[in-house]
């Protein structure tokens, strides 16, 4: 599936993916921008293409990322989003919404005016159209390892909240978990969205993990070098091996599979360096059947930075804007990793949301962790809720207690379940 605003489905800057270094990268809890400009992609302004935000050229995404001091070093496209792998982290575009995502030092907040800037020059001619008219925003970040090496207003949790206040409506803001403790996280939500609207049935889940076990940890550390020997000409063909060995470790981690159904095994065919710019790891083995194969089938993007490092982009392909996304930085002394998904977890789906979550923590193995579900909920008795609240037997069978179970009823009808587990 063609990308409406390029010619291909796919786009790798190699030259950038070879020469990055990650050498002084140090702080891996992302900030999380996730605006919804409309309802739903059903609810574009008549006077736009179904093709919505998706429809801004890749040169004007560039000049957003600009501003917050991240490069795109690759994009995979579906007929549903367009997937952007950065330097720090991700972003994600919908006809409707746009989720982005970065580590490190990154002003992510920094880039609204010139987004909006944007929106309203291609979509509304440079007429009325402002950061209080949005749908729903949710911003959201674990507190962060080395504060004090933040910069811009991302210093301070109460800078973030009045920046965001003065752009969109409604706005709350939250503080969940333990305060005192390094490891605690912060939500802003707000918009035009004040009541429930029951035709949507929007979630998302989130893994974020601490002081990972080492020998897991090494599996995200590479030996290849920055600059020429990373970048690999075969005629007229261009790879990297940031990219390739990303995919290589996406498989031999088994982050590849992890919305396979148990029992199931997976095969993946790794690309040649030379189909590099077409990054695609098949989740289905040959023996699964037609109707099975129709289930969930993920388009994959990863990259290994150096000397350490790992992002990843998975996007469905034929069931609707799913996703999910995993960040690892391995340092020993400030080791972290995330995993974060949209997925439709249910009674249909092939996987609970217990058993990506079992499958996660066994990649990883980390010492502490927390996990959050933000989901529209309408009658209270939310099945992923109560399995993830009924987790703690079994997390106790891998040696983690819970410390903390926080539950928020917040605007619009979500809710938000906040889990804190240490391992004995």
């Not at 800057?13 to 702080?27: I, K, M, V, W």
């Not at 970065?102 to 920094?110: D, H, Q, Y």
């Not at 529209?376 to 099945?383: K, L, M, Y």
Request: with cysteine; glycine share 6%; proline share 4%.
């Amino acid at each position: 599936m063609v990308a409406p605003a390029y010619v291909a489905d796919s786009y790798v800057d190699h030259t950038l993916s070879a020469n990055l270094d990650s050498t002084f990268a140090f702080e891996g809890p992302e900030k999380l921008l996730e605006i919804w400009f409309w309802k739903s992609e059903s609810h574009l302004p008549k006077h736009l293409s179904n093709e919505g935000l998706r429809s801004i050229p890749l040169e004007q995404w560039v000049k957003v990322l600009d501003l917050v001091n991240c490069k795109i070093l690759s994009m995979k496209s579906s007929k549903y989003m367009d997937a952007y792998l950065l330097s720090e982290s991700s972003l994600f575009v919908f006809p409707h919404k746009m989720i982005l995502k970065t580590c490190g030092t990154t002003t992510t907040l920094a880039c609204m005016d010139k987004l909006f800037e944007i929106v309203r020059t291609f979509y509304f001619k440079g007429g009325d159209f402002g950061s209080a008219e949005i749908y729903k925003i949710f911003y959201s970040r674990r507190s962060f390892m080395f504060p004090d090496k933040q910069t811009y207003i991302h210093k301070d949790w109460k800078n973030e909240v009045n920046l965001l206040n003065q752009h969109f409506s409604n706005g709350k803001s939250y503080v969940v978990g333990d305060y005192n403790s390094d490891d605690h996280w912060y939500l802003f939500i707000g918009g035009e969205q004040v009541h429930k609207d029951e035709s949507s049935n929007d979630q998302t889940f989130e893994i974020l993990m601490t002081e990972l076990d080492e020998s897991k940890a090494a599996k995200f550390v590479t030996s290849r070098k920055p600059g020429v020997e990373s970048l690999i000409q075969s005629g007229v063909e261009e790879s990297d091996l940031g990219h390739d060995l990303g995919l290589e470790t996406m498989v031999e981690t088994n982050l590849h599979s992890l919305f396979s159904e148990p029992g199931k095994s997976t095969t993946s065919h790794l690309p040649s360096p030379s189909l590099s710019d077409n990054l695609e790891l098949d989740d289905d083995c040959e023996e699964i059947s037609p109707k099975e194969k129709e289930s969930f089938n993920f388009i994959h993007d990863a990259f290994s930075f150096t000397p350490c490092g790992y992002s990843s982009n998975s996007i469905c392909s034929n069931k609707g804007g799913y996703y999910y996304t995993l960040h690892i930085t391995p340092e020993s002394g400030w080791s972290y990793a995330s995993f974060e998904t949209n997925y439709p977890f249910g009674k249909d789906s092939p996987v609970s949301i217990t058993d990506v979550l079992l499958k996660v923590l066994g990649i990883f193995e980390p010492r502490k962790f927390s996990m959050t579900l933000i989901n529209e909920d309408f009658d209270g008795n939310n099945p992923n809720f109560l399995r993830l609240q009924s987790s703690c037997n079994i997390l106790k069978d891998y040696s983690y207690e819970k410390q903390e179970r926080v539950v928020y009823d917040l605007k619009g009808e979500y809710k938000l379940l906040y889990l804190n587990f240490k391992k004995n």
